[in-house]
C-alpha cells in the first residue's frame, strides 16, 4: 500500500513571494503523484500530475513540482503567489489506488 | 458540461432521519467514489465502485450504504444520521483507480 504525507499542516505567506509546500511518499510499487487544490466551498480540481518522463512537471495557474525519486517527495512550487492561490492544497499518490495527504493550508496575506 | 454533478448542494436534517445523495458523472469514467471530508479538510475515502461493483468499502458504519444503479451514477444513502456524520460528502470519478480524480462540488451535510 502506498501512503503520502504533507509536512506542513499550513503555509502563511506575503503576496508575490515564492511558496513551498511539501510532500513525502512512501509506496512499494511504481506510483502516479498529484496535487490538487481545493478553493473555499468548492470541490477538488487537479493542479498538475506527475507519470512518468520528466521529473519537473508543469500545472495550471503558474504551480510546478518536482518527482524526486532518491527522496520520495514530491514538492510544489510557485515562485510568486497571489492572494487568490489562498486554498487548501492536497497531495495524492496512486499505486494500487488513490491516498491523498491531510492537506496544507496556504494562506497569502497582502 | 458539468463533469460531476452532486445533488443536494446542502443538506440539513434531524438527528436519526434518512437521506440520501446523488451524484453523476458525464465523463465515461468507469470508476466512482465518495469520500467524506470533516471540519479539518482531512479526506477519507469511503467507497469505490468499478462499473457498477464495489471495490473499496473502508471502515465506515453500515448505515452507509452506496448504490450504483448504472456506471455513471453512484448513490449514498445514510440511515439514522448521527451528529458525527455531519461533514462535506464528495463525489469523484476517474477512468480506473490509478488516474486523476474528477471531483463534485460536494455535499454539506448538517445534521442538528
Given amino acids: ?110 | 458540461d458539468t463533469a460531476v454533478s452532486q445533488t443536494p448542494k446542502y443538506l440539513v436534517t434531524q438527528m436519526g432521519n434518512d437521506k440520501s445523495i446523488k451524484c453523476e458523472q458525464n465523463l465515461g469514467h468507469d470508476t466512482m467514489y465518495w469520500y467524506k471530508q470533516d471540519s479539518k479538510k482531512f479526506l477519507k475515502i469511503m467507497f469505490s465502485y468499478n462499473n457498477k461493483e464495489l471495490i473499496i468499502n473502508e471502515t465506515v458504519p453500515n448505515r452507509f450504504s452506496p448504490k450504483s444503479p448504472d456506471k455513471a451514477h453512484l448513490n449514498l444513502h445514510i440511515n439514522s444520521l448521527e451528529l458525527g456524520d455531519s461533514a462535506v460528502y464528495f463525489c469523484a470519478s476517474s477512468l480506473d483507480s490509478y488516474n486523476e480524480q474528477f471531483f463534485g462540488p460536494g455535499t454539506r451535510l448538517t445534521v442538528l
Avoid at chain 1, 473555499?40 to 513540482?65: D, H, R
Fill in chain 1, 1 to 110: 500500500a502506498q501512503s503520502v504525507t504533507q509536512l506542513d499542516s499550513q503555509v502563511p505567506v506575503f503576496e508575490e513571494a515564492p511558496v513551498e509546500l511539501r510532500c513525502n511518499y512512501s509506496s512499494s510499487v511504481s506510483v502516479y503523484l498529484f496535487w490538487y487544490v481545493q478553493y473555499p466551498n468548492q470541490g477538488l480540481q487537479l493542479l498538475l500530475k506527475y507519470l512518468s518522463g520528466s521529473t519537473l512537471v508543469k500545472g495550471i495557474n503558474g504551480f510546478e513540482a518536482e518527482f524526486n525519486k532518491s527522496q520520495t517527495s514530491f514538492h510544489l512550487r510557485k515562485p510568486s503567489v497571489h492572494i487568490s492561490d489562498t486554498a487548501e492544497y492536497f497531495c495524492a499518490v496512486s499505486g494500487n489506488d488513490m491516498r491523498f495527504g491531510a492537506g496544507t493550508r496556504l494562506t497569502v496575506k497582502p
